[in-house]
């Protein structure tokens, strides 16, 4: 009788046991995972939060292939014969790991030397008549794409990319492999490209044709200087035809926003000497931390490309 109660306490310890172990498990995986519709719910506590939340943690290098995102280009996988596919992001919101992603200028994913999410920026100089006078301008190429997100009122965002810069001039200059040497006139890229982000409640990129191949740009918004656009040089120093870049930007939100638009701008000029440049850039991951609410110390002075100045 002694042992039959020795062993059923057994059994009662360890299955209490089990149980607190399955429910420790389950609060540290459920703790990882966000739910997106939380994030959308009024956070009528918002300055009193002091947790920091990592809500976006995006990663590009999962090889699946969005398709039919509104445009038509060739594929530029270097492993595969050359054809057309809708196998881009495009002015179509495409579904990719449970988020709504736009497109301009056709970014599209890239397995080969580089890995990840393509984009490019070109520039280079055009000749035009205007009132019987030449004269040089830009022509320049740009890439974005955007993120349907809940950016909330009262909480600071830490924005992180991960990426990778190729000078393709330099390369092109420098491969003895390929007879590409004529396609530039410079020896490297003589402006380096800008990454910017921009938070806004619209999902639409704007610009003349979502789809264009040469040239096109995506315009960034020029009405105001907002907190909410923000940009930093993709600078390349050694070696100088790539380099991995982290590219952070901080948010603190004074209103709600809900879309990110991401920007891959050439260096552009005003004067009569006009660089000559082209890049690109395969981002690998973009991860965003939600945190109490921080105030920016000064004023943001920084302007959209075009605005007065170019990037």
Request: charged fraction near 20%; charge should be neutral; proline fraction near 5%.
């Amino acid at each position: 009788m002694k042992k039959s109660l020795l062993v059923l306490s057994s059994l009662i310890l360890v299955s209490c046991g089990g149980n607190d172990l399955l429910n420790s498990q389950e609060e540290i995986q459920t703790s990882k995972i966000v739910d997106k519709q939380i994030l959308t719910q009024p956070n009528t506590n918002s300055l009193e939060n002091k947790t920091e939340i990592v809500v976006m943690d995006l990663n590009f290098l999962n090889k699946a292939q969005p398709q039919n995102g509104g445009c038509t280009v060739t594929n530029i996988d270097n492993k595969a014969v050359p054809h057309e596919t809708t196998a881009a992001f495009g002015p179509n919101p495409l579904s990719y790991f449970g988020y709504q992603i736009r497109g301009y200028g056709a970014p599209r994913m890239y397995w080969g030397v580089w890995n990840g999410l393509r984009f490019e920026s070109k520039n280079e100089s055009k000749t035009i008549i205007n009132r019987g006078r030449t004269m040089l301008i830009n022509n320049p190429l740009s890439n974005a794409i955007s993120i349907e997100f809940p950016f909330q009122q009262n909480f600071t965002y830490e924005i992180t990319i991960d990426a990778s810069i190729t000078d393709e001039i330099y390369l092109a200059k420098h491969d003895e492999f390929r007879g590409n040497d004529d396609l530039y006139q410079a020896n490297q890229s003589e402006a380096f490209s800008t990454v910017a982000i921009e938070l806004t409640n619209s999902p639409q990129i704007r610009g003349a044709d979502p789809c264009a191949k040469y040239p096109a740009r995506a315009v960034v918004n020029t009405s105001f200087v907002s907190s909410y656009y923000k940009k930093q040089k993709a600078e390349i120093t050694t070696p100088p035809s790539y380099e991995n870049k982290t590219f952070v930007f901080k948010f603190s939100m004074k209103e709600a926003q809900s879309a990110l638009i991401l920007y891959f701008l050439p260096g552009l000029s005003e004067t009569q000497s006009i660089p000559e440049s082209s890049f690109s850039m395969y981002i690998g991951n973009i991860k965003i931390v939600q945190k109490p609410f921080e105030q920016e110390q000064g004023s943001d002075t920084s302007t959209p490309c075009g605005f007065r100045v170019g990037c």
